[in-house]
């Protein structure tokens, strides 16, 4: 069952984002909106953003989480940079600091998968935003980039850690030193999204996948991403197997094994790992 938006109302006057809850496939919908803005990154989204996630991510009716923009122009079009055009080096490095603890690296390592239904400009801190999120949809409109160079600064929201990751070193060299822009096409083919649809498919597409989590155990996606986000360190084999035997004391697990054994649909209980299991494995 599909609920009707709700507008969250932490700020008078800033109202950045409302939410809903599609419980036919257990997830959460985000949307950011400031269309005027183009939907851009501003404190007061940011506020909003990590507000909703924490809500979604303890809520046990929730297996997934999908972000996406207001309109059919922009994702998020960067960050507003009329905000921190004035900031010097300590309001500059709080900005970056604070924005990736409230909102980017908080995605990156939530306790269940969140989805970036990208509905048309990621350009910036919006393209930031996706590549936090564990899985990428995007319209065949959307363009995507990270043009923060040709401003005189650099992608400081993880943009520089994330994409090379995500699509190799040279690729992530090039589109950051020269602050290009790609479409959707091009940025499936390099890896940087996982489907280009047609815009009136686009949640379409987003609620299918968020339908395939709940057969898997949330256990297993919570200590799976954490055992993914972990990949790309020496540590992160070490982090794998002690994720993959940590499963094997959850009723969860039981449950999938049994379930697989007697041919039958697996009934998962909410998550029953601390999610501090990410700050244990740091």
């Not at 809520?59 to 507003?80: L, N, P, Q």
């Not at 449950?255 to 209980?269: D, H, M, S």
């Amino acid at each position: 069952m599909e609920q009707a938006w709700e507008l969250l109302n932490n700020f008078k006057d800033q109202q950045t984002i409302c939410y809903k809850y599609d419980l036919d496939v257990k997830a959460g919908i985000i949307k950011i909106q400031r269309p005027k803005h183009l939907n851009a990154l501003n404190k007061y989204v940011i506020s909003d953003l990590e507000f909703i996630l924490e809500k979604m991510e303890k809520d046990s009716r929730v297996r997934s989480i999908i972000i996406t923009g207001e309109g059919e122009k922009a994702f998020v079009a960067g960050a507003d940079i009329k905000e921190f055009q004035n900031f010097d080096y300590n309001e500059a490095y709080a900005l970056s600091k604070e924005g990736k603890e409230k909102v980017f690296n908080k995605i990156e390592q939530l306790n269940k998968p969140v989805i970036a239904a990208i509905n048309g400009y990621a350009l910036g801190g919006g393209l930031e935003l996706a590549l936090s999120c564990h899985i990428r949809v995007a319209s065949e409109k959307a363009q995507l980039g990270l043009p923060e160079c040709t401003l005189g600064v650099l992608p400081g929201y993880g943009g520089t850690q994330r994409l090379p990751k995500i699509v190799g070193q040279g690729r992530a060299m090039e589109m950051i030193l020269t602050g290009k822009m790609i479409d959707s096409l091009e940025a499936h083919r390099i890896g940087l999204i996982n489907y280009s649809v047609p815009l009136e498919k686009l949640l379409i597409k987003c609620l299918e996948i968020a339908k395939s989590f709940i057969k898997t155990s949330p256990d297993s996606l919570l200590l799976a991403i954490n055992s993914i986000n972990n990949s790309f360190f020496d540590k992160g084999d070490k982090i794998e197997s002690q994720n993959f035997a940590k499963l094997f004391k959850t009723q969860n697990f039981k449950e999938g094994v049994a379930a697989f054994l007697e041919k039958r649909k697996a009934n998962y209980e909410p998550i029953s790992i601390s999610s501090q299991i990410r700050e244990k494995n740091k």
